[in-house]
């Protein structure tokens, strides 16, 4: 327990400074090789001041552990005491990190930005800290101050069937646990972190400040940091869910049975040392962690704080493993600490605990068509809508965070199993740095020098380097695909139009290679299939690049993605074509259904002039004719299983519904036109005028994809009056903004938040001022045009 003893030193010194709320300091029993701790009740709150302070101390909690390089207070190490947060394991505090090299690096992809992420207060585990499971379609939250209430992990356990009875028999399910004892409560209800955002900064704020002042007291001779020299902390090699598992599939009756199947499945471990470059020492504890496998124990390590070597099991010690020892690196935190720090870390915090409290689910209607709101405000001006995108631009250059080695990146909102995780953003158009590289550069072609390019430099590094250094297999193992607006086609449409914006022909060479990672054997690979993930975004993205270059070997990997698309084409019980079938029915719009695919093929059908590729877009468009709502004047949404055609339910969006779908038979008129098709898109055009304005203001849900919709049928028809109503819709939404300090970027207005994803953030809101301004000289991006 010397550790433990450390830190309640700690805490006594900094309750003698009678500055902070006091921390409560538990007792402790020392032995030689183990010991006793005070037992810790969990209580609730006796009243809301009470459950105030205990928010406040969180904070004042998370800031110590910022300082002390403390990890691993996850919700199974937290206990709500009253109106005190105590941390029940201390083993992983002033957690090292293992010395870096170029090769590790490279090999996981690690990246400089990583490294600033995962030095943040992020790491620590308190705030609500969401995970994925492996198919990154289930999450749950193991952070320390994460809500109350059963949630269900990703991980499988046996269970009994019809109890007591003839048909009782053991199965497995997925395993739920219930989390309340790191979780405070007042009058019999549990607490949310995320209602006391205030609280949690305002503490962090107050120790960040005070140690910033007076760290100098802390790290002098006989100052309190002196209590932690030559204490013993756990080094944490891998998730302990990871050994946890795999001593679960240890015990299947295959590998009772055989040694040899049991060896290699412990052998997994050893994968990490074949390509790191540093096989000499991390042999050395894959050699230990398979003993500690072999006899059914979770491999444990440990480091001396005042040490950069780390101790093996039977005694020895490896050197040279960390860079520093785990004590100079707290010395060099508080030296460290700054002003512009702690905005950082603070942002960060407030963005972790608003977005723990909203969903990123999809939301539909049972009725697409609404009276627009009266908006008595005047248009904007083409320089004010400039103006309002500048300052969108001059947020993300505000924001950016700079690595050592000069790349840049933001560190925002991602959406994953419909939950935000706050993280630097992935690579892609949809929400990644893409996205932000398009519009600073649509920006410098509309002012001509706006002083954005060293920024478009600095952030397209790492999008450059993951592309001449990651493999397929990499790409696909962190989640991406050949879509248009999520995967790899997105990089090769953004890089083509930014060429054009900043006149920059090695954009070209760059949009050419990321082509060149989608490959036959890819496409096979590809079960998304739409526009944003799948082969039909990837036909528009190529296409794009080949009116650029005419490079034939494009036109090749397009013609595969329509084979692909062909193949995957199957049939419902109705008779119709279609793809992604939810029962009966096939998903319909333009971001994931049948609109967007026949988009893409009857673009691919004006290139090769294939008739399958029409005939198979003609399929697609009958299905949707089939299941047209006259009432609601749109597209039913069947993505939730329940939706059926007597259950009907509505989006009216770029995505999904009568936008999109307008959209898309706009952009395929001119190798697809009938009577029918001109009704659907002025059925269209008017669900889209008439939808609310109240709601979420981005283009892939909300209001300014709906701007995009009559901007491209302005355009395409010579309708001044649509493009009138569409900047007369952008300034009311602008103005809006304006007064509120913040766009409506979530299902619940969270002001605030700097989300600066194209689709669902603030880029693409700037990029759409853009095209208001000038529409002819800006492509469309919602059709990749």
Not at 47 to 62: H, K, S, T, V
Not at 279 to 290: C, F, G, M
Not at 683 to 712: M, S
């Amino acid at each position: 327990l010397g550790i433990d003893r450390a830190y309640f030193k700690l805490l006594e010194w900094f309750n003698q400074q009678e500055v902070l709320l006091p921390f409560k300091l538990l007792t402790l029993l020392g032995r030689k090789g183990y010991g006793w701790m005070e037992y810790v009740e969990s209580l609730s709150c006796p009243d809301e001041e009470a459950a105030r302070r205990f928010y406040q101390r969180a904070g004042i909690l998370l800031g110590l552990m910022y300082i002390l390089e403390g990890v691993d207070c996850f919700y199974e190490n937290m206990i709500a005491c009253g109106e005190y947060p105590l941390p029940i394991d201390l083993e992983a505090l002033m957690h090292n990190n293992f010395k870096l090299d170029r090769n590790y690096s490279e090999s996981y992809q690690i990246k400089p930005i990583d490294i600033i992420w995962w030095n943040s207060v992020f790491r620590i585990g308190l705030l609500p800290t969401i995970r994925l499971s492996a198919d990154m379609k289930m999450s749950y939250d193991v952070g320390g101050l994460r809500d109350a209430g059963q949630q269900t992990l990703p991980f499988q356990c046996s269970a009994w069937r019809a109890v007591n009875s003839d048909a009782m028999k053991r199965d497995r399910e997925f395993m739920k646990v219930d989390v309340n004892k790191s979780v405070p409560c007042l009058d019999g209800n549990y607490l949310h972190a995320s209602d006391y955002t205030d609280e949690i900064v305002f503490g962090f704020k107050q120790i960040y400040r005070f140690i910033l002042e007076r760290g100098s007291e802390l790290t002098t001779k006989n100052a309190p940091l002196e209590q932690f020299h030559r204490q013993k902390v756990r080094y944490i090699l891998r998730n302990t869910k990871f050994y946890t598992s795999l001593l679960r599939s240890l015990l299947e009756p295959a590998y009772l049975r055989d040694g040899v199947l049991r060896s290699m499945e412990i052998d997994i471990v050893s994968r990490m040392s074949l390509d790191t470059g540093q096989k000499a020492i991390y042999w050395n504890l894959v050699k230990w962690e398979t003993e500690a496998l072999e006899q059914m124990d979770i491999p444990f390590f440990t480091l001396q704080t005042d040490s950069t070597a780390i101790d093996l099991p039977n005694g020895e010690t490896l050197t040279g493993f960390c860079e520093k020892s785990s004590l100079d690196n707290v010395i060099d935190k508080i030296t460290s600490l700054s002003e512009r720090d702690l905005n950082t870390q603070v942002r960060l915090t407030e963005s972790i605990l608003r977005l723990s409290a909203i969903s990123g689910k999809h939301t539909t209607t049972k009725n697409s068509k609404k009276q627009p709101e009266i908006d008595a405000g005047e248009v904007l001006s083409p320089p004010e809508l400039i103006a309002e995108a500048k300052a969108i631009a001059e947020e993300l250059k505000a924001l950016a965070i700079y690595a050592d080695d000069g790349s840049a990146t933001w560190i925002a909102p991602q959406l994953q199993a419909d939950r935000y995780i706050l993280q630097p953003l992935r690579l892609d158009l949809y929400q990644g740095v893409a996205g932000q590289l398009l519009f600073l550069a649509a920006l410098e072609q509309v002012t001509r020098d706006g002083g954005y390019r060293e920024l478009i430099q600095a952030a397209a590094r790492p999008l450059k380097d993951a592309i001449a250094k990651t493999p397929m297999s990499t790409l696909v193992k962190n989640g991406y695909s050949i879509g248009g607006y999520t995967g790899i086609g997105s990089l090769v449409y953004a890089f083509t139009r930014i060429s054009e914006f900043l006149d920059e022909p090695t954009w070209l060479e760059d949009a050419s290679s990321a082509a060149s990672l989608i490959s036959p054997n890819w496409i096979t690979l590809d079960k998304n299939l739409d526009v944003l993930g799948g082969a039909a975004g990837a036909i528009l993205s190529l296409l794009t690049l080949y009116q650029k270059n005419h490079d034939s070997t494009l036109l090749e990997t397009a013609f595969c993605c329509g084979e692909h698309l062909l193949v995957s084409c199957t049939n419902n019980s109705q008779g119709f074509k279609g793809w992604h079938k939810i029962g009966t029915n096939f998903v319909t719009g333009f971001a994931h259904g049948a609109a967007g695919i026949a988009y893409a093929l009857l673009r691919l059908y004006e290139v090769t002039d294939d008739r399958r590729f029409r005939d198979a877009a003609q399929d697609a468009i009958t299905y949707e004719q089939s299941i047209f709502d006259e009432i609601a004047g749109n597209w039913p949404d069947f993505r939730d299983a329940m939706e059926t055609n007597s259950n009907k339910r509505f989006m009216t969006a770029w995505c999904n519904g009568a936008p999109g779908i307008g959209l898309a038979r706009i952009g395929g008129l001119s190798v697809f036109n009938t009577a029918q098709i001109e009704k659907e898109i002025d059925v269209a055009l008017e669900t889209t005028r008439q939808f609310t304005r109240q709601g979420k203001d981005h283009l892939c849900c909300g209001n300014f994809g709906r701007v995009e919709v009559l901007i491209v049928a302005s355009q395409t028809f010579s309708q001044a009056d649509l493009s009138q109503v569409a900047t007369q819709q952008a300034s009311s939404i602008v103005r809006r903004a304006q007064r509120r300090g913040s766009y409506h970027l979530f299902d619940k207005f969270l002001p605030g938040i700097f989300h600066p994803a194209f689709f669902q953030g603030t880029s693409g809101i700037g990029y759409q001022l853009l095209r208001l301004t000038y529409p002819d000289l800006l492509p469309s991006v919602l059709i990749l045009d």
